[in-house]
C-alpha cells in the first residue's frame, strides 16, 4: 500500500470471528486480534474465493475488500507473496479518510482552490491518482517492520 503502519489496522476474513493485525492493548472487542506477524497468508484463507477485509487506521477507516484467488507452487527465482493487480496510487499517511482524501484531489487539482498551494507543499508535489503499477508493489516482513515502529507497544 505505501503506508507505514503508523496506526492500528486488521484483516478480517468473512465470516470468521478472528483477525490479524497490530493488536490493540485497548481494544474491548471480544475477539482477540492475532500479531499479523506472527500469521501466514495459508494459515489464513483456506479455500479458493475466499473473501476478506483490510482496514487501516480505525479512525479514517480506508476498508479494503480482499479476494484470495488460490495459491500456486513456489517456483526458483519467483518471490511472494505478490501483487497481480490493483487500481490507484495510495492515499498519503494522515489525509483523513475517503471523502477528506477526495476533498485534498480537488484542491490539488484546481489552482484556484483556497488551499491548493499548502495542499501541494504538504504532498511534496502534484501527484497522479490514477497511477498504479502492480510490478512495483514490494511486500516486506511485518514482523521486522514493527521493529522499526516508534509506537513502543508491546508484543
Known amino acids: 500500500m505505501g503506508w507505514k503502519d503508523q496506526h492500528l489496522h486488521a484483516f478480517r476474513i468473512v465470516g470468521s470471528a478472528t483477525t490479524f493485525g497490530i493488536p490493540d492493548e485497548e481494544d474491548d472487542d471480544p475477539f482477540q486480534t492475532i500479531p499479523g506477524w506472527e500469521t501466514k497468508v495459508q494459515d489464513v484463507f483456506s479455500f479458493r474465493d475466499q473473501v476478506g477485509t483490510y482496514e487501516y487506521d480505525f479512525g479514517d477507516s480506508w476498508i ?19 501483487c497481480l493487480g490493483g487500481a490507484r496510487r495510495c492515499p ?64
Open 64 to 82: 479494503h475488500l480482499i479476494l484470495f484467488e488460490g495459491y500456486e507452487p513456489s517456483k526458483q527465482g519467483e518471490s511472494f507473496p505478490r
Open 92 to 155: 498519503p499517511e494522515d489525509c483523513g479518510g475517503p471523502e477528506q482524501y477526495a476533498e485534498l484531489l480537488v484542491g490539488m487539482r484546481d489552482s484556484t482552490h483556497p488551499e491548493h498551494e499548502s495542499i501541494i507543499d504538504w504532498l511534496g508535489g502534484d501527484i497522479d491518482p490514477e497511477e498504479f503499477n502492480s510490478e512495483l508493489v514490494r511486500f516486506d516482513d511485518p514482523k521486522a517492520r514493527w521493529g522499526y515502529s516508534n509506537r513502543g507497544l508491546k508484543r
